[in-house]
């Protein structure tokens, strides 16, 4: 049995423990570590299930929160929400840009992260002004950027 099978029979058996106990929900993150390389869509599977769990978690027990920002950042090459959360998570509540924003920046957050994967060929965006869009479309590009260098990047904002 090779090491990746072993690794996934460790992540079943550690399903059946109590994941809200900080011991076994950082063991998880342990072994979203251990296969990234072997199994790169089971980690994020994984590390989003740890990310949901220390959200919970750090309402009874502060270890959550490192466990969170540690499940966000590994994120957050994958996904943009999480680019946007980890690049605030040291900033003052009231300079945040995307948390206070959320409620209405999350649809377009959604089909900006379609775009990169490819789910979507062209996106229009199209609201009032002093929303956010031009800030949102720089973090995307900032994102892009980060994820493939050797790639030119472009906005227009109109």
Same mark, same amino acid.
């Given at each position: 049995?090779?090491?990746?099978?072993?690794?996934?029979?460790?992540?079943?058996?550690?399903?059946? *423990?109590?994941?809200?106990q900080?011991?076994?929900?950082?063991?998880?993150?342990?072994?979203v570590?251990?296969?990234?390389?072997?199994?790169?869509?089971?980690?994020?599977?994984e590390?989003?299930?740890?990310?949901?769990? *220390?959200?919970?978690?750090?309402?009874?027990?502060?270890?959550?929160?490192?466990?969170?920002?540690? *499940?966000?950042?590994?994120?957050?090459?994958?996904?943009?929400?999480?680019?946007?959360?980890?690049?605030?998570?040291?900033?003052?509540?009231?300079?945040?840009?995307?948390?206070?924003?959320?409620?209405?920046?999350?649809?377009?957050?959604?089909?900006?992260?379609?775009?990169?994967?490819?789910?979507?060929?062209?996106?229009?965006?199209?609201?009032?002004?002093?929303?956010?869009?031009?800030?949102?479309?720089?973090?995307?590009?900032?994102?892009?950027?980060?994820?493939?260098?050797?790639?030119?990047?472009?906005?227009?904002?109109?």
């Open positions: 049995m090779g090491d990746i099978e072993k690794n996934r029979g460790i992540i079943q058996k550690l399903h059946k *423990a109590d994941l809200h900080y011991k076994y929900c950082s063991m998880l993150f342990d072994m570590l251990a296969v990234k390389d072997d199994d790169l869509e089971l980690a994020k599977s590390c989003q299930h740890v990310k949901n769990l *220390a959200a919970i978690g750090t309402r009874k027990d502060l270890r959550f929160q490192d466990l969170y920002w540690r *499940a966000v950042l590994f994120l957050a090459p994958y996904f943009f929400e999480d680019f946007l959360l980890y690049m605030e998570k040291d900033r003052p509540a009231e300079k945040r840009f995307y948390l206070p924003r959320r409620k209405v920046l999350k649809v377009i957050v959604d089909d900006l992260q379609d775009l990169a994967d490819r789910k979507l060929y062209f996106l229009g965006i199209s609201l009032p002004p002093r929303v956010g869009k031009s800030t949102l479309c720089i973090f995307f590009m900032a994102w892009l950027a980060g994820r493939n260098p050797e790639n030119t990047s472009a906005m227009a904002d109109a």
